[in-house]
């Protein structure tokens, strides 16, 4: 017998900006959203009847009509409206909204900031995402990507195992730099979500810069845990760390010496640790 598996469909790569307009100066809201659905489409794939289909363009269509009224205060708050109003379609059983928000600053002036000109934040990527169920509470979900940070010492990895394959030399002292992407869950609804955001980016920063690091896989677990310590609203945080490589030059060919202070900067290949850090059921 065959039959049809689990799925679920939506639109994605929506592009939104919202510009408002206010006495004091304007804000720029520029977000990439997608929006996936499960429920009750399986006649569209197995008989091919769309009557219980809502086009991906109409979805789309509805993110720019509720911006229009509700992208004024933070992502979660409009994740959760967009994502309410597709749970209220009968056959739709959960709605998923993830919004990646990308950055705008009023430019600096010689007179103070402009009051409508502004240069794209290249820091980092605010992402946040929302899953309805019906008769269920939401699953609010936040976090950052493209986060680019680095250590020029305190970091090290040595005692690894080795085999005739293994040329990697062991160290106590290297650069560690990596693009942190990290999502983290909400135990509630009824939060302040800017302020929790500001709040565990400024702990996985300072903890960063802080800590020594034995591996990328220790500084995730020092940098998590101090995250689910320090804010009691996170329930658990998933991090992606890529070893951004920075290898020490060879100058002896040149008669020099190179007592690490000249790298060569890579990208690819890299070391790509992952790792989730969350509470145990004694919290």
Do not use: C
Not at 49 to 63: F, G, R
């Amino acid at each position: 017998m065959i039959e049809l598996g689990a799925n679920r469909y939506g639109k994605s790569a929506i592009r939104l900006v919202k510009v408002t307009r206010g006495p004091d100066g304007h804000r720029v809201r520029d977000l990439t959203a997608s929006v996936a659905l499960t429920g009750d489409f399986t006649a569209a794939h197995v008989e091919g009847d769309n009557a219980n289909v809502i086009a991906t363009d109409t979805m789309k269509n509805t993110v720019y009509a509720l911006a229009a009224d509700h992208l004024d205060g933070t992502l979660e708050h409009f994740a959760l409206v967009v994502a309410g109003h597709f749970l209220e379609i009968a056959q739709v059983d959960t709605a998923t909204v993830t919004l990646r928000e990308h950055r705008w600053l009023p430019i600096p002036t010689d007179g103070g900031p402009a009051r409508d000109a502004f240069i794209r934040s290249p820091e980092l990527t605010r992402v946040a995402a929302v899953t309805t169920r019906r008769d269920e509470p939401a699953l609010i979900e936040a976090g950052l990507d493209d986060l680019t940070v680095m250590k020029t010492t305190r970091s090290a990895f040595a005692g690894f195992p080795r085999d005739r394959y293994t040329t990697l030399a062991e160290t106590e002292d290297r650069i560690l730099a990596t693009r942190i992407s990290a999502t983290w869950r909400y135990g509630g609804a009824d939060l302040d979500w800017d302020a929790l955001f500001d709040g565990v980016k400024s702990t996985l920063l300072d903890v960063f810069a802080e800590h020594h690091s034995p591996s990328v896989q220790s500084s995730i677990w020092i940098i998590g845990r101090a995250i689910l310590d320090r804010h009691a609203a996170v329930e658990e945080i998933r991090m992606t760390l890529p070893n951004l490589h920075h290898w020490t030059v060879d100058l002896s060919p040149f008669g020099l010496e190179n007592r690490g202070e000249v790298f060569v900067a890579t990208t690819e290949p890299h070391g790509l640790i992952e790792a989730t850090v969350r509470r145990s059921d004694g919290r």
